[in-house]
């Protein structure tokens, strides 16, 4: 039977059609002005701060719209931007440098929505406002520590083969090892040669020496894990603090590009970029006395550090495992009820710490945070940027047996301080410090006069296009107007569900989108008018229209398409946002203005006697 859908393709798409409104739909409640508060610390905001902050807030004068306090974290909602900025100078000032007082626009979703997983798109940062970071990645730095890790690692390697040395050091790019004797030669080459068959080994013309240098190719690989590991710590870190919406993407070689809507204070900001910082896990040094290494008298193999405390603790020198070697991290209780981490190793990492613990049993053991600090300061009339690598002990445990690719982490003061420590443990380490190079903020003004002109242009482009529509084709005009509204729908509907990130090219993406999506109607309903002139029926001329005209409305959709996939492939940024939008709008507008039409004219003019269409 002709212009007839059967069941399953009538509900096909009105369940889209469905799915598309309530996937749709946060984006129309909007967000409120919130201040959010974190820690810093390993230890997360008690119920008896939370209430006090509470308190603050209402002496200020400022009336909160909502007050949350939800995993350690308080957030305060607010009905304008005043109160916001008011409230958060306001516990700046109260809460110290161990907290985190960011201005956030938290959703106003309602639950209904949220227990279907229905969120609102992300709005990037033209939109939304918020701070720009572009942070290089010290290679150099990656490099050194990858030597400093090979020269622990031979010094172990040949303790382990009992091959008698007189020193591993590093000198001028090499790690130089020291013979005691030439004729062990050829035995420590053999051990070298075995452990380390992805470095450079070589003789230099002095006998007693081997020189071990990293491969070009190792220092590739050294570099370009240190970008994604920094990366992966930076997404992690940045999340765990509760910042809506980061964008952390690689640029170069060696830079990595930081972007946070909604976040205002670039002081902040660059705080909580640099809570991201490196762990490592030393024996502490139990033979010498703490005592005279204060008072200057370090004993060589060990290190003075300060713990969280700030009383001083004596360290080996040489690190057991860093913070990239861990690959999970969670909170729990050991055999006594006492809390504890649960951490797992990856294979380097396991296989140092087995061999570690098999003579240390019953000796304690540090985790050291190592902290990057830069800043800008004036010297001689010039801006220097200087750079301060802060380190302190925040746990030290007893090894209570021989472990390697898992283990617990005990000796901590409170569950919260255990969940807390696995968080920090779970984002990872950075593999290398980073520098901010470059940083902006868009205010929340700006990106509001952005959304409107925006919104401006698409209202104006979509009215024009429907009053077009219902003049010239009446009815099937009025027809195509749903095609277009449901291709919006299900547009905005899909980069709600993939939580895409909407900027101002996104925009002009959809507003695309409208254009491409009426051309596929106007190229169908003009091929049905000229069906009718050539004498054929109406119903015969619906049918015809939309199967000659399918053709060519696939042709032009497919080379669009692969402009955009080609635009998605090697853009960066807006470039790339704007090919997500059109590949999306690309896609739907083919069901909407081919199924979802049809199926509209199907109801009207189906299984009846036409005699005239209204086209």
Do not use: C
């Not at 009105?14 to 409104?21: E, N, Q, T």
């Not at 929340?444 to 925006?454: A, R």
């Not at 091929?527 to 399918?550: C, H, M, S, W």
């Amino acid at each position: 039977m002709q212009n007839h859908f059967p069941l399953w393709k009538n509900l096909l798409v009105l369940i889209v059609f469905g799915i598309g409104i309530i996937y749709s739909l946060p984006n129309l409640y909007g967000d409120d002005p919130s201040v959010q508060v974190s820690s810093t610390q390993t230890a997360n905001i008690t119920q008896e701060q939370a209430n006090q902050v509470e308190a603050d807030i209402k002496a200020s004068g400022s009336q909160a719209k909502a007050f949350e306090f939800k995993d350690g974290r308080i957030l305060a909602r607010f009905t304008n931007t005043d109160d916001q900025l008011k409230v958060a100078d306001l516990l700046r000032d109260k809460m110290g440098s161990n907290y985190t007082v960011a201005l956030n626009l938290a959703p106003t979703t309602p639950a209904w929505l949220r227990s279907l997983s229905a969120q609102a798109m992300y709005l990037g940062l033209d939109l939304r406002g918020g701070v720009h970071f572009l942070l290089e990645v010290d290679m150099d730095a990656a490099v050194k520590q990858a030597e400093d890790r090979y020269t622990d690692d031979i010094r172990l390697a040949l303790r382990n083969a009992k091959m008698r040395y007189q020193s591993v050091a590093k000198d001028s790019g090499f790690i130089k090892v020291t013979l005691k004797s030439v004729e062990d030669k050829n035995d420590i080459l053999a051990v070298l040669e075995k452990d380390f068959h992805s470095l450079d080994i070589t003789e230099p013309e002095a006998k007693d020496q081997i020189w071990v240098k990293l491969s070009e190719k190792e220092v590739i690989e050294i570099k370009k894990f240190a970008v994604a590991q920094n990366m992966t710590t930076l997404r992690n870190r940045v999340n765990e603090l509760g910042v809506a919406e980061p964008v952390i993407q690689q640029q170069g070689q060696n830079r990595i590009m930081v972007q946070l809507p909604g976040v205002q204070d670039t002081t902040r900001a660059k705080e909580i970029l640099g809570t991201t910082a490196t762990l490592e896990y030393r024996m502490v040094d139990v033979e010498h006395d703490v005592q005279q290494a204060v008072a200057g008298h370090v004993p060589v193999g060990s290190r003075l550090y300060s713990d969280k405390n700030g009383s001083p603790i004596l360290l080996d020198r040489r690190v057991i495992v860093t913070g990239d070697q861990i690959v999970d991290a969670s909170s729990g209780q050991d055999q006594d009820g006492r809390p504890s981490v649960n951490i797992s190793l990856n294979g380097i990492g396991a296989a140092k710490m087995a061999k570690t613990t098999q003579v240390s049993v019953g000796k304690p053991m540090a985790v050291v945070f190592i902290e990057y600090k830069v800043e800008t300061k004036v010297v001689d009339g010039q801006k220097v940027r200087h750079k301060e690598k802060v380190e302190k002990v925040i746990n030290v445990a007893t090894i209570q047996g021989v472990f390697s690719k898992r283990f617990q982490t005990t000796g901590l003061d409170s569950p919260q301080e255990a969940r807390n420590l696995s968080l920090l443990l779970r984002a990872g380490a950075l593999a290398a410090p980073v520098d901010i190079v470059e940083e902006r903020t868009v205010g929340p003004s700006l990106g509001q006069d952005n959304i409107d002109k925006g919104m401006l242009s698409f209202v104006v482009g979509f009215g024009l296009v429907v009053l077009f529509m219902a003049v010239y084709y009446r009815l099937f005009g009025m027809i195509a107007n749903f095609a277009l509204a449901f291709n919006v729908v299900i547009v905005v509907a899909i980069l709600s569900m993939l939580q895409a990130t909407l900027t101002l090219p996104g925009i002009a993406g959809i507003i695309l989108t409208v254009g491409m999506s009426v051309d596929a109607n106007v190229l169908i309903f003009e091929r049905i008018k000229e069906e009718l002139k050539n004498g054929i029926t109406p119903q015969a001329a619906i049918f015809v229209g939309y199967d000659k005209a399918f053709a060519t409305i696939l042709d032009s959709h497919f080379t669009n398409l692969v402009v955009a996939v080609v635009l998605f492939a090697f853009g960066t940024g807006s470039v790339k946002g704007f090919a997500v939008t059109l590949i999306i709008g690309i896609l739907s507008s083919m069901f909407t203005a081919i199924t979802g039409t049809r199926m509209v004219i199907n109801w009207i003019y189906g299984n009846r006697r036409v005699e005239k269409l209204s086209i």
